[in-house]
């Protein structure tokens, strides 16, 4: 059986700059071949690479509609905001971003019940994974930095 994941790993330090070149080159091809893509994003070190995604965005000259964010991961109301992954990636600038180039992004909510929050947020992903043709998960691996 063939498989839809590919891994890619590098073991330097610079690992999130190669890693968000590899990304921006996948973004710049599906809007070149005008493919829609969702691009799944987690937290933890993985924010790193979302500056260089946040600049690109903020610089090219594309229609960027082809694309929208959604996260992969979140704690759950923790007891500091600064412990939420959309809190991390927020001050990075992307939601910022996303809200200037009108690309839909979508998170975690923390109100209610974590089982009312899984419930809708599994809603969202499945009109997502059907919407959108490609898929991009950023995950990392390890301790968070």
């Known amino acids: 059986m063939e498989s839809n994941i590919t891994l890619h790993t590098i073991k330097s330090p610079e690992i999130y700059k190669k890693a968000s070149e590899f990304i921006i080159n996948w973004l710049r091809l599906y809007h070149n071949i005008t493919q829609k893509a969702l691009v799944l994003l987690s937290g933890g070190s993985t924010v790193n690479l979302y500056k ?6 903020d610089e090219a000259d594309l229609d960027f509609s082809f694309l929208a964010f959604a996260q992969i991961a979140e704690r ?5 905001e600064e ?24 998170l975690v909510s923390q109100g209610g019940s974590l089982q009312e929050s899984a419930e809708g947020y599994n809603k969202i992903l499945e009109k997502l994974f059907q919407e959108y043709t490609y898929k991009i998960a950023i995950m990392g691996r390890g301790e968070d930095v």
């Open 83 to 106: 412990d939420v992954n959309t809190y991390q990636i927020k001050k990075t600038g992307l939601w910022k971003i996303c809200r200037e180039k009108n690309i839909p992004y979508y």
């Open 52 to 57: 260089d995604i946040t600049k690109f965005i």
């Open 76 to 80: 759950f109301q923790p007891e500091k």
